[in-house]
């Protein structure tokens, strides 16, 4: 198996010391290197033999349009997300990835190679379903830590004080847009034929993720089922606070996920 690393990324080299720590060789000089200049926007990622693994591109839609791109040039493509440090190098990875499974399949030594242990990395589905569901975690991570420091005293002052609950719905409510529109927008790059009810698709959801087909997908419907109400949730914030001058209007306003 030859592994180059392309671009200049940091993690990307983090990468390559963790697998030639683990007996991988580094080709600086992989035959087929030359044809992704001709894709022209690949910018940063690993190429495993004959995969481009893409650890950089931004946006739902830039990472379809890239496999695309590499399925034209005879090449397999997955796409990995997380956040990546360099205590990984020692430590391990956090991976969120997604490509075809055949590609995942051959990638496999090196996604356990490069895990914490072998198997804790996450499949989520096709092209794209790493950066969603690494995206989504980051998202209801934020607002577990929102919601946190809403209730926490402000040690430097000292004091306690009322938490600013209007500040807080306010923001829990802009968030839960953002992901709302995301999964949106991530099932319509995924059209599913079969449709499940709300039941199924919870039932669906609490199988470990590796028994889920489409672990992403089901993520998505889940977070439509959860927040798709905008107009119910809007109406028990307006009554449990007064709202300011504007303030609905301002929520619906609120810029979306950007690049998507």
């Not at 392309?6 to 720590?21: I, K, V």
């Not at 990835?97 to 804790?120: M, N």
């Amino acid at each position: 198996m030859k592994i180059c690393v392309l671009g200049s990324l940091s993690h990307n080299n983090w990468f390559a010391q963790r697998l030639l720590e683990r007996g991988f060789a580094i080709d600086a000089r992989a035959s087929s290197a030359a044809r992704l200049h001709a894709l022209g926007h690949i910018s940063a990622g690993l190429l495993v033999d004959n995969i481009l693994v893409d650890t950089d591109t931004v946006g739902l839609k830039a990472r379809h349009e890239l496999a695309r791109c590499c399925a034209h040039q005879g090449l397999g493509y997955s796409e990995w997300a997380g956040h990546w440090l360099i205590p990984g190098v020692e430590q391990g990875f956090q991976l969120f990835t997604g490509s075809d499974v055949r590609q995942r399949d051959l990638l496999l030594p090196v996604l356990d190679a490069l895990a914490p242990v072998p198997g804790a990395w996450l499949y989520c589905g096709p092209a794209g379903a790493g950066y969603y569901a690494a995206k989504v975690f980051d998202a209801l991570t934020m607002a577990y830590t929102e919601a946190i420091k809403a209730v926490l005293p402000d040690l430097q002052q000292g004091v306690l004080q009322a938490p600013d609950w209007q500040h807080f719905f306010r923001q829990q409510q802009q968030l839960a847009q953002k992901i709302l529109q995301f999964s949106e927008l991530y099932l319509s790059l995924n059209p599913q034929e079969i449709t499940l009810d709300p039941w199924q698709q919870l039932q669906a959801f609490a199988l470990p993720p590796r028994l889920q087909g489409h672990f992403s997908a089901n993520l998505a419907h889940l977070m439509v089922l959860a927040l798709g109400r905008h107009s119910a949730v809007q109406e028990i914030f307006e009554h449990l606070l007064p709202m300011e001058p504007g303030l609905a209007s301002a929520l619906g306003a609120a810029d979306l996920t950007r690049p998507c």
